[in-house]
């Protein structure tokens, strides 16, 4: 159990162009879900918080215009970075947990941004 | 938040007992323990948590002193498919992690 998705796992575009990466809790719903980004041998970073049927919680230094999350669903979370350019080309990383207070973070396979 | 110390690398061979260290001395009455591991182009990997004493489970143990001010991460022979960076992170339920540098651990023959 504790299945988590993304899609697509990696993706080329060009820059000025806007892409959406889809995360997923394919076995249980998740009430708050996080967003990191990770560069090359570096840790991860959170950038924002996500819960379900409410505004995203970035961290400083995040432009909340520029990654736009959406949590429509108990299920599904999206982060869409828009007007990419080279230096947003990054490994993007989702987690979900169901919100308790024990509860463990479950995280996505990641997906590979690459921006010309 | 609790902020982690963790060596940054170590090495060991195939079939070795490896113990990775992580210091918390701000963990927070409410604050689990939880270990994770990250392969290459991989999103992290549950492997462990616990609260207080030792927790085990079929891929490792976790052993936590009773000022769990600090924990280890026992993982019994390794082998080459356990060479990865291990993350200790501790947070209560609701909180957000911070991940610290991690630990790279390299499995050599």
């Known amino acids: 159990g504790a299945v988590v998705s993304q899609h697509p796992s990696r993706v080329i575009c060009k820059s000025g162009t806007s892409v959406k990466i889809e995360c997923r809790s394919l076995d249980f719903q998740a009430t708050t879900m996080f967003w990191y980004r990770q560069f090359p041998k570096k840790s991860l970073m959170l950038m924002a918080t996500?819960?379900?049927?409410?505004?995203?919680?970035?961290e400083q230094g995040v432009e909340k215009d520029k990654f736009l999350i959406n949590h429509a669903s108990l299920t599904l979370s999206t982060l869409t970075v828009t007007s990419a350019h080279p230096e947003d080309s990054s490994f993007y990383i989702c987690?979900?947990?169901?919100?308790?207070?024990?509860?463990?973070?479950?995280f996505g396979p990641g997906t590979r941004l690459t921006v010309l | 938040l609790a902020k982690t110390t963790q060596p940054i690398s170590m090495d060991s061979y195939e079939g070795q007992e490896v113990n990775i260290t992580c210091s918390h001395n701000?963990?927070?009455?409410?604050?689990?323990i939880t270990w994770y591991q990250q392969f290459p182009s991989q999103g992290p990997r549950f492997i462990i948590q616990?609260?207080?004493t030792k927790v085990t489970n079929e891929v490792a143990s976790l052993f936590i002193p009773a000022d769990r001010k600090s924990s280890t991460l026992s993982l019994p022979r390794v082998s080459l498919s356990d060479t990865a960076v291990y993350y200790c992170l501790v947070a209560s339920g609701f909180q957000k992690l911070v991940f610290g540098t991690g630990t790279r651990l390299l499995v050599s023959p």
């Open positions: 996500s819960n379900e049927g409410s505004k995203a919680t970035y």
């Open positions: 701000n963990i927070a009455t409410n604050d689990y």
């Open positions: 616990g609260y207080k």
């Open positions: 987690s979900a947990s169901v919100g308790q207070s024990t509860d463990t973070q479950y």
